[in-house]
């Protein structure tokens, strides 16, 4: 049985992380983080050990490992990149989810102008890097990492500036050593893999979310804007949108996915889905409008703000295709 999916956030140069490991509190009752990390330097993306006994994050130039006083345990040097390095365009890094391996993946800037991207595969407990491949691509945004149960597969997901032409690949280290990564035929972002590793959640660029299965990317099922009940008149006055802020797995069997206006500002709805059906089961109990969901795959979730997060009991099952007033 894999270790329970962990939320990491960075706060005031501190790694916060977020485990699913006792009963779930009242809606709205502030959460204390599991555990946490201090941390040296600026740091940009972070994931926590799955023992939550240590973290890994990475600077602009360099990926750390840190115990939960702080104790570095290593380092590893990035080197400079020639473009700007912020929390949106960095290196990013993932623990494997048997703890062994830690992920990177290097953007191409790292290694010169016009330079495709990278991913490595490192021994956890002393940094050394087991693995590395070329990727033939470069995104323009940071990397969306998801290691996979079974301890030995990565999905990785990165865009281009345009965001027309994403590229998903599934990377596998083996206990021999060896390195494969295979990239998807389908274009469109990689939003998150199921707890279990039975599916991936991708929006595609024609407005809508589909659902694939682990390892093939087979379609499973696949929602659009018109599976959620509205009115076509307000579809069209709201410009309306899906799957472009959340599109996360709730449990192994069913994801959240957000309704929004095309900007993003306005009209904001989540709604719980099936995967292997893409039957919308109706509105996230008591979250369907906030915007800063973190689904845990336990059937819980956080609401992320600057201060507090906040862990709701697990949801019954949604009864009304809309969300209360």
């Known amino acids: 049985m894999p270790a329970p999916r962990v939320h990491t956030s960075i706060a005031d140069g501190r790694l916060l992380a977020f485990a699913p490991t006792g ?32 973290a890994v ?49 290097r953007p191409g800037p790292y290694f010169g102008s016009g330079a495709t991207d990278r991913l490595h595969a490192l021994d956890a407990a002393t940094g050394a890097v087991l693995a590395r491949t070329d990727l033939g691509r470069a995104g323009y945004w ?12 990565l999905l990785l997901s990165l865009s281009p500036m345009d ?3 994403e590229h998903t690949f599934r990377a596998r280290f083996r206990v021999d050593g060896t390195l494969t990564v295979v990239r998807y035929g389908f274009e469109g972002f990689l939003h998150d893999l199921s707890p279990d ?48 802020h959340t599109a996360g797995f709730l449990d192994a069997d069913t994801a ?21 059906t893409g039957r919308v089961v109706g509105p996230l109990p008591g979250a369907c409008r906030h915007r800063n969901v973190q689904v845990l795959g336990d059937g819980t979730w ?17 009864r009304s295709t809309q969300c209360a007033s």
């Open 57 to 105: 994050y990475t600077t602009p130039d360099e990926l750390v490992r840190v115990r939960r006083d702080g104790d570095v345990l290593w380092r590893l040097a990035l080197g400079s990149s020639d473009d700007p390095v912020g929390p949106s365009r960095c290196a990013t890094c993932a623990f494997s989810r048997d703890g062994s391996v830690v992920w990177l993946h």
């Open 302 to 318: 956080l609401f992320q703000g600057r201060r507090h997060s906040y862990w709701p009991r697990v949801p019954p099952t949604p």
């Open 256 to 276: 959240v996915v957000d309704v929004h206006d095309d900007y993003g500002e306005g009209f904001h709805e989540n709604h719980v889905v099936e995967a292997a």
């Open 197 to 244: 590793g039975r599916f991936l959640a991708t929006a595609e660029n024609d407005d809508s979310v589909t659902f694939r299965a682990f390892p093939h990317g087979t379609v499973t099922s696949r929602v659009t804007i018109g599976d959620f009940g509205y009115d076509d008149a307000f579809v069209r006055e709201h410009d309306l949108e899906i799957g472009c």
């Open 142 to 153: 940071a990397g969306s990492l998801f290691p996979h149960p079974d301890g030995e597969h």
């Open 163 to 165: 965001t027309v032409d």
């Open 23 to 54: 009963p779930p509190r009242e809606d709205g009752e502030p959460v204390e983080p599991t555990a946490s990390f201090p941390t040296a330097g600026r740091p940009l993306r972070a994931d926590t050990a799955p023992d939550l006994r240590g």
